[in-house]
């Protein structure tokens, strides 16, 4: 392996550096010096040879679109700024038609995703997010359907009186292919309690996953970090994540999400700071050794910022999205989709080789 650009005189940092290049698992007190650490490069470096080890100069992004059915939502949490109560100004909950026609309008010939997401609306029944679904599918069965988080998921056992698996048997019969990595936040109930997160639980979350890996589903997942968490909630985070990636190997990807302020005319001390994106995403792919994939989410830290992440250990760019609206909704100063070539500018001048994927990381089209 090639030296390390900055001088290393710390023990401890140079234990860290020796274990990740023999191959040994990194442990909450190693993730939480390094959050503690000022050697941003060090911690750069090292993470970009572990992605290198993986993924070589390999980018991965998808032409996908985002969708939200509704954004009438009971719960409250104290960061979002997409949710609606029902009746409100701006609320709204689309049939599986009115959506297809929204697609008709907006789809291009490339889109291989559906990214679909949304509020709790518990106006509505369990079925009409099974029709939702079963609409999409047959409008656009070469589309892969990958939706809902699992908040979402535990959300429809309550409304249903069905079981975790149930409720994703239903969805994966009416076309389901993949869980969404939102709902996570941080996976701690204290921080939970505290940021009004009144949806699925870390247990729940989690068993999620686990059933839907089970069932031979893979899936993604996330930690929206920035607000009222310690470094070491953060890693605690991340290991639990590891943990059940070691039990199922069902996660494709892990995504930092950067917490946006709610007004876009915050100031730069509400918002997460470059280097602090950063050393989130180096430190993810220390610590997540059982991942493929680390997600530099331009949605939440920029096109040229995600360029700089590629060398600190990100090898996935997300994809077109077309028009993201909850992190928009929250704040976010971003464009709210790329195009496809906008995305291949993006990777070639980081540096790197763009691959268009699909929902399962299968290569579609490497662009040399």
Known sequence: MSTLITPQTDARM???????????????????????????LTIGQLANEVNQRKNGNKVYFIEN?????????EAHCAFCNFRKDDGEEGAYTLSGQEMVQYVE?????????????????????FQYYVDSLKALN???PQVTLKAYTAAEIDFFTRISGLSIREVLEELRAAGLQSLTGGGAEILSDQYRKKMRVNKANVEEYLEVH????QLGMKTHTTMLYGSIESHEDRVRHMLQIRDLQDE?????????LSMQPKNKNAGIMRRNS????????AISRLMLDNFDHIKAYFINIGAQLTQ??????????????????????????TPEGLTREELIWLVKGAGKIPVERDTFYNEIKVYE
């Open 14 to 40: 140079a234990n860290i550096i020796d274990k990740v290049r023999g191959g040994e698992r990194l442990n909450l007190e190693d993730g939480v010096y390094l959050y503690g650490s000022n050697d941003l």
């Open 210 to 213: 686990r059933t839907a890996h």
């Open 274 to 281: 470059a280097y602090e994106d950063l050393k989130t995403i």
């Open 65 to 73: 679109m985002s969708l939200y059915f509704t954004n009438v939502c």
């Open 105 to 125: 309008q907006h789809i291009h010939p490339g889109v291989r995703e559906f990214h679909i997401v949304g509020g709790h609306n518990d106006k509505v029944p």
């Open 248 to 256: 199922t190997n069902g996660f494709m990807v892990f995504i930092p």
């Open 138 to 140: 047959e409008a656009f």
């Open 308 to 333: 700089v992440a590629l060398s600190f250990g990100a090898s996935d760019v997300h994809g077109t999205i077309l028009k993201e609206r909850i992190s928009h909704a929250a704040g976010a100063l």
